[in-house]
């Protein structure tokens, strides 16, 4: 996690960025708040696309999977990487978006390099990040999909209970990749909270 961090701070200081407004998706979401906590001089806001701080049920917590069920989905990952893209892909859509996007999902993931993606999904599904909410020094904007398999609402609870400066949209659409099932919708609400 801690390389993206820095990839991403690194394109900021090559570029001698200022008053970004940073855009994260799911895993990418963690990434963008990590880099604003360790570097705020650099951004002003923070757009946050189908996040959750912790994938896992824990004490307290409710963030909707059991670790024996990501445990499963990992098996099934190192079993066989391209029926799993399709499998995850067609998931994380969810139940009435156009298949078209699941095929396009899938094809992203097929696109890259499986150790990393590997990887990426271990630390994505187990890692916990809800500790670092109270530290985020910037307004944060969440939208979330009101269908979506991968963070339930209770996260959404969680968010606006723990990140000190956060609101939240709700878009009446499904799935994890709202901005991939409605992008108008998504950039609707971006625009305005931009332009705060």
């Given at each position: 996690m801690q390389g993206y961090v820095q990839d991403l701070l690194g394109i900021c200081r090559v570029l001698d960025l200022r008053d970004v407004i940073v855009v994260g998706h799911s895993l990418g979401a963690t990434v963008a708040l990590l880099a604003a906590i360790q570097a705020p001089e650099y951004f002003t806001k923070a757009v946050l696309l189908a996040a959750t701080p912790c994938y896992l049920n824990l004490p307290g917590y409710y963030g909707g999977f059991e670790q024996a069920d990501l445990?499963?989905?990992?098996?099934?990952?190192?079993?066989?990487?391209?029926?799993?893209?399709?499998?995850?892909?067609?998931?994380?859509?969810?139940?009435?978006?156009?298949?078209?996007?699941?095929?396009?999902?899938?094809?992203?993931?097929?696109?890259?390099d499986s150790t990393i993606a590997k990887q990426a999904v271990r630390f994505a599904f187990f890692d916990d990040h809800r500790g670092i909410l109270p530290q985020v020094p910037l307004p944060v904007l969440l939208v979330q999909a009101a269908d979506d398999v991968a963070?339930?609402?209770?996260?959404?609870?969680?968010?606006?209970?723990?990140?000190?400066?956060?609101?939240?949209?709700?878009?009446?659409?499904?799935?994890?990749c709202p901005h991939m099932s409605a992008p108008r919708e998504v950039l609707a609400v971006m625009r305005q909270f931009i332009e705060k």
């Open positions: 445990l499963a989905l990992l098996q099934e990952m190192d079993r066989s990487y391209r029926d799993w893209t399709n499998m995850f892909a067609t998931l994380l859509m969810g139940q009435g978006t156009n298949s078209s996007l699941g095929y396009e999902l899938a094809g992203y993931f097929c696109e890259s963070v339930p609402t209770e996260v959404n609870d969680y968010w606006l209970a723990h990140l000190p400066q956060a609101e939240l949209v709700m878009l009446p659409t499904t799935g994890h």
